[in-house]
């Protein structure tokens, strides 16, 4: 289950500003560099076309080969922003080789808004959550 899904090499992408029906937000671009920061900690590739190929570090780059083998795979978000697309590229590409068991996108959210106990939405997203974990898990 993907929840804050980093599983895209998009903010590598010279041209994803042109992805069709992208929203405002997603397409905001304001930390791709501090993105860009993040990913070259995690991976193993110092190189950043590398990096842009390795699908350890973006999983959304893994060939429809591999992807029609995973087992069942559940996607959830409570994004609004570029990471949203993130979840829906993930989304079509399970989806393609028939592995999408099941995909949420919770709206109303903003990033990790879920985390926040003291907004209304947070104990709808545990529970929601929860029931996804017991029924899938």
């Not at 930390?31 to 995690?42: G, I, Q």
């Not at 068991?101 to 879920?114: D, L, P, R, V, W």
Request: neutral net charge; aromatic residues 16%.
């Amino acid at each position: 289950m993907q929840l804050t899904p980093m599983s895209s090499s998009l903010w590598f992408r010279k041209n994803w500003r042109q992805t069709p029906g992208l929203n405002e937000a997603e397409l905001f671009e304001g930390t791709a560099s501090s993105m860009r920061k993040v990913f070259k900690w995690v991976s193993s590739k110092k190189d950043e076309e590398e990096m842009m190929k390795d699908v350890y570090t973006f999983p959304n780059l893994i060939s429809d080969k591999l992807a029609s083998q995973v087992p069942p795979v559940v996607l959830v978000t409570g994004e609004f922003d570029f990471l949203r697309y993130a979840t829906r590229e993930a989304r079509d590409i399970y989806k393609r080789n028939g592995k999408l068991a099941h995909y949420i996108e919770f709206g109303g959210s903003t990033h990790t808004s879920y985390e926040d106990y003291k907004m209304p939405h947070s104990e709808v997203w545990f529970n929601d959550f929860t029931r996804l974990c017991d029924y899938w898990l």
